[in-house]
């Protein structure tokens, strides 16, 4: 139990506790592809200054990326999407697993950053049109959406 405890608290704080294998499937998946790198800047600035503790006082949006919770915690399963990233990096079902329990409950400001940007990764390259979830007309992070955004 001990051991799984502090197994949980290192895959959940960060790269610096957990172990080297993890740490390198966590940053793959948090790496945002080279394509969207300018838009996901722009939106992190606008979103939250890159601030992955923020939280908007008028909404449930929260963290880096401000993922609103009753649109994707209830409805989206960012967990899930964050799991698929990491498995794609080759983690075991038993560590991803650990990760989910963490995740669900949690609340998103409270996740590790690498959690928060892998979620965006996945929103932004498994759906076509994910990334219109930070679409903002007229606003100049639309002017930086790579190509491959339809």
């Known amino acids: 139990m001990i051991e ?3 197994l949980v608290g290192a895959l959940m704080s960060g790269p610096v506790a957990a ?4 740490v390198e499937m966590q940053t793959g998946a948090a790496e945002i592809p080279k394509v969207w790198k300018p838009f996901a800047q722009c939106v992190a600035q606008r979103e939250s200054h890159g601030n992955p503790r923020a ?6 949006a929260e ?3 401000q993922f609103l919770d009753t649109q ?4 989206g399963g960012i967990e899930w999407i964050v799991l698929r990233q990491l498995k794609r ?4 079902w038993q560590q991803r697993q650990r990760i989910y329990w963490q995740l669900t409950n949690n609340r998103i400001k ?10 965006f990764v996945g929103v932004v390259t498994e759906r076509s049109t994910g990334w219109r979830h930070w679409s903002l007309p007229g606003h ?6 790579p190509a491959v955004a339809s």
Do not use: F, H, Y
Not at 110 to 119: G, H, N, T
């Open 89 to 92: 990096q080759g983690m075991n």
């Open 140 to 145: 100049r992070c639309q002017s930086l959406l």
């Open 63 to 65: 963290g880096k990326w």
């Open 4 to 6: 799984t405890i502090a």
């Open 55 to 60: 939280k908007n006082p008028t909404s449930s």
């Open 19 to 22: 172990g080297t294998a993890v």
């Open 110 to 119: 409270d996740w590790p950053e690498w959690a928060q940007d892998a979620a």
């Open 72 to 75: 994707w915690r209830i409805r």
